[in-house]
């Protein structure tokens, strides 16, 4: 499984925007829910969003609810993060991933799969 490769991360002044990219290999992208994360320096992993293989479905983290949006592109084997309104505390190590999880009806339950993790793209955000 080839990892994927993530793009489009920056420095930008808090209330500024960003578009997150990332692209995978492969015939069964659409297959798949997929997935970012982010990752703080010293935290843990954080799931951000989470888009269905069709593009029928999306979740969002409460915190990026209302200024982050998860599109994707099944013929260009590209998922999207458009980030609005960022906040410094938005800074962190953007991942994208298969995501494996399911959920209730209500929420996402993320469950990452490792394989496909990629390198990530650095999203700086200053007050």
């Known amino acids: 499984q080839v990892p994927l490769v993530e793009s489009g991360g920056g420095l930008v002044q808090a209330g500024g925007s960003l578009r997150l990219s990332c692209a995978a290999s492969g015939r069964t992208f659409s297959s798949y829910g997929m997935g970012w994360f982010r990752q703080a320096p010293g935290k843990g992993i954080e799931w951000v969003a989470v888009?269905?293989?069709?593009?029928?479905?999306?979740y969002y983290t409460d915190s990026v609810k209302g200024r982050f949006t998860i599109s994707r592109d099944n013929a260009k084997n590209t998922v999207y993060l458009e980030m609005n309104r960022l906040k410094p505390e938005d800074t962190a190590l953007y991942h994208c991933?298969?995501?494996?999880?399911?959920?209730?009806?209500?929420?996402?339950?993320?469950?990452?799969?490792?394989?496909?993790w990629g390198q990530g793209t650095q999203v700086t955000v200053s007050s």
């Open positions: 888009i269905f293989g069709d593009g029928s479905e999306t």
């Open positions: 991933a298969r995501d494996k999880g399911w959920s209730d009806g209500s929420r996402w339950y993320p469950a990452i799969d490792f394989p496909s």
